[in-house]
Structure formats: C-alpha cells, structure tokens
C-alpha cells in the first residue's frame, strides 16, 4: 500500500510542477508581449507579399527610445491625418533617394533590396533627407501610398512609433519579420 501511495503522491507532485511552470511561461511570454507589443492590424496591400491586409503583428514601441531607424526597418508611423501606416526604410537621415527608371537609389547607389517602381513621385528629383528625416517606401511599390507622394512626403523620426517584429495572425504565419530584404 505505501508504495502505491508514494508513487500517487509522486505523480501529484510532477503534475502540479508541470502546471506551475506552463503558469509562469504563459505569464511571463504575456508579459514580454504586452511589455514589448503592440498589436497593429495591417490594412491594405502596400506591404505584400511581406504582410497582407487583415494580419496582425506585433509593433515594438520602446526600440527607437534607444536607438534610430536602420534601412530596411519595417516601421509603423503616424500620418499627419491621424492614421498609421506599415512601411520600409529607404533612406535615413543624410541620404539622398531618388527613382530614375523604375531604380531606387539612395546616395546615387542603386538599392536592389527597393525592387523596381514605375512611379518616382517627388523622387523623380533626388530627395535630400535632413535631420530625423526618412524615406520610407511599402514593399508593394505599385499599391503603396508613401514618401513619393506629397501627402506622406519624407516622415520625421517623432512620426515612427515602432518597428514590426512578430506576426501573430493567422497563426500559419506566426513568425518574426525580417529587416532585410522583403522585396
């Protein structure tokens, strides 16, 4: 009898550890989460074949309290309109873009990662990014309203409120997103 008691109470034991340390995974994972992530809902298609509209990732808001955007950064800013947008770094402060024959080219270099654009917007003429400036272009470059129109224009360092780390929807996506490439 004592032998099926010590194995009972042995048993009870590893179940009960087993539950703690999925309790402390699960909160400390939310806590990483919420401390770290801010969902945004992807809208529209100007970020395909990256992320489509209707996904949902993971903005990290404290990453620029520390450092800048880097090239080829997926970042989320604020419109002057009010709303939030999904784009990539281009050019960063100190650069010069321009769009000549469907090239980007970001300090008179042709930039591979861009892809091809068939409409250069006010980068037809080089643009010259000042100070906490940036040239942020969406990955589908034939669907995306960026800094070649003027209604977006260059975006200014305190428009950035984070960069895209994770997908979390649809989870047969779950995964990070990567900074380079993407085009």
Same mark, same amino acid.
């Given at each position: 009898?004592?032998?099926?008691?010590?194995?009972?109470?042995?048993?009870?034991? $590893?179940?009960?550890?087993?539950?703690?340390?999925?309790?402390?995974?699960?909160?400390?994972?939310?806590?990483?989460?919420?401390?770290?992530?801010?969902?945004?809902?992807?809208?529209?298609?100007?970020?395909?074949?990256?992320?489509?509209?209707? /996904?949902?990732?993971?903005?990290?808001?404290?990453? #620029?309290?520390?450092?800048?955007?880097?090239?080829?950064?997926?970042?989320?800013?604020?419109?002057?309109?009010?709303?939030?947008? &999904?784009?990539?770094?281009?050019?960063?402060?100190?650069?010069?873009?321009?769009?000549?024959?469907?090239?980007? #080219?970001?300090?008179?270099?042709?930039?591979?990662?861009?892809?091809?654009?068939?409409?250069?917007?006010?980068?037809?003429?080089?643009?010259?990014?000042?100070?906490? /400036?940036?040239?942020?272009?969406?990955?589908?470059?034939?669907?995306?309203?960026?800094? $070649?129109?003027?209604?977006?224009?260059?975006?200014?360092?305190?428009? &950035?409120?984070?960069?895209?780390?994770?997908?979390?929807?649809?989870?047969?996506?779950?995964?990070? &997103? $990567?900074?380079?490439?993407?085009?």
């Amino acid at each position: 009898m004592d032998f099926y008691e010590n194995e009972e109470n042995s048993l009870i034991r $590893r179940t009960v550890g087993w539950v703690v340390d999925i309790a402390v995974a699960l909160s400390f994972a939310w806590f990483f989460l919420t401390f770290f992530g801010t969902q945004v809902v992807v809208n529209g298609q100007s970020m395909q074949p990256l992320l489509n509209s209707g /996904e949902i990732v993971l903005m990290n808001r404290f990453v #620029y309290d520390f450092g800048t955007p880097d090239r080829l950064d997926v970042v989320v800013f604020l419109r002057e309109d009010g709303r939030t947008n &999904i784009k990539r770094v281009i050019g960063i402060p100190g650069d010069v873009v321009q769009i000549v024959d469907g090239t980007v #080219y970001v300090n008179g270099e042709p930039m591979e990662e861009a892809g091809t654009v068939s409409l250069a917007g006010l980068a037809d003429r080089p643009v010259e990014l000042g100070n906490g /400036e940036y040239f942020l272009l969406g990955d589908n470059r034939e669907s995306s309203e960026d800094s $070649r129109f003027a209604n977006v224009g260059n975006v200014m360092e305190d428009q &950035i409120i984070g960069k895209v780390w994770l997908r979390i929807s649809p989870l047969i996506d779950f995964g990070l &997103i $990567r900074s380079s490439g993407g085009v």
